[in-house]
Antibody
């Protein structure tokens, strides 16, 4: 059974840092890309960032709202994905979900990823 | 950035109804679209990917259609467990984006 468990959330002051972890089990972690998606209280879903598997370079992509402040990394030996969040702002307050991303190649030949499994989320509150 | 317009934002329906939710893109995305269901206090769950492919374990009353800029999620016979919020999401190009969500409530 695929399981994703986020941890590391909590209350943090504006301008400070926080690191979230996503511990995976039930699948070969190194074979999959991973993403972080957040949801502010009472709001919709916002994609935060993505990391490819090592087989596809292990490179990352970020939303404009977090680029330069947030960093995604992975430790395949521990089956953990991380979200390092620096210079936090009040508008970063949200539940943060990690997702397992499955690669799909469409008839056009272009490949991309969709979120096939989600963790339960961890709440990050940025407030003084 | 690909902008998405999801409608309606709120849908009131009864058990047994057929309901449709629309998602329109600001530019063509072929079939790089997924649909997710989210219940209150829970994480979203994947329903459909590649615009019309049902995720394993998802009931066949859910279906997706469309290509290019216009997409539809249909629930053929609404069940009590289907009252939830639904999101479309494009994965054609970065930044990946979500629709604003459609809350399906009991009429």
């Amino acid at each position: 059974e695929v399981q994703l468990v986020e941890s590391g959330g909590g209350l943090v002051q504006p301008g400070r840092s926080l690191r979230l972890s996503c511990t995976a089990s039930g699948f070969t972690f190194g074979d999959y890309a991973m993403s972080w998606v957040r949801q502010a209280p009472g709001k919709g879903l916002e994609w935060v960032g993505f990391i490819r598997s090592k087989a596809y370079g292990g490179t990352t992509e970020y939303a404009a709202s977090v680029k330069g402040r947030f960093t995604i990394s992975r430790d395949d030996s521990k089956s953990i994905a991380y979200l390092q969040m620096n210079s936090l702002k009040t508008e970063d307050t949200a539940v943060y979900y990690c997702t397992r991303d499955s690669r799909v190649t469409h008839a056009s030949g272009k490949s991309s990823y969709y979120f096939d499994y989600w963790g339960q989320g961890t709440l990050v509150t940025v407030s003084s | 950035v690909i902008w998405m317009t999801q409608s309606p934002s709120l849908l009131s329906a009864s058990t047994g109804d057929r309901v449709t939710i629309s998602c329109r893109m600001s530019q063509g995305i072929s079939s790089y679209l997924a649909w997710y269901q989210q219940k209150p206090g829970k994480a979203p769950e994947l329903l459909i990917y590649a615009a019309s492919t049902l995720q394993s374990g998802v009931p066949s009353r859910f279906s997706g259609s469309g290509s290019g800029t216009d997409f539809t999620l249909t629930i053929s016979c609404l069940q009590s467990e289907d009252f939830a919020t639904y999101y479309c999401q494009q994965y054609y190009s970065f930044p990946w984006t979500f629709g604003q969500g459609t809350k399906v409530e009991i009429k």
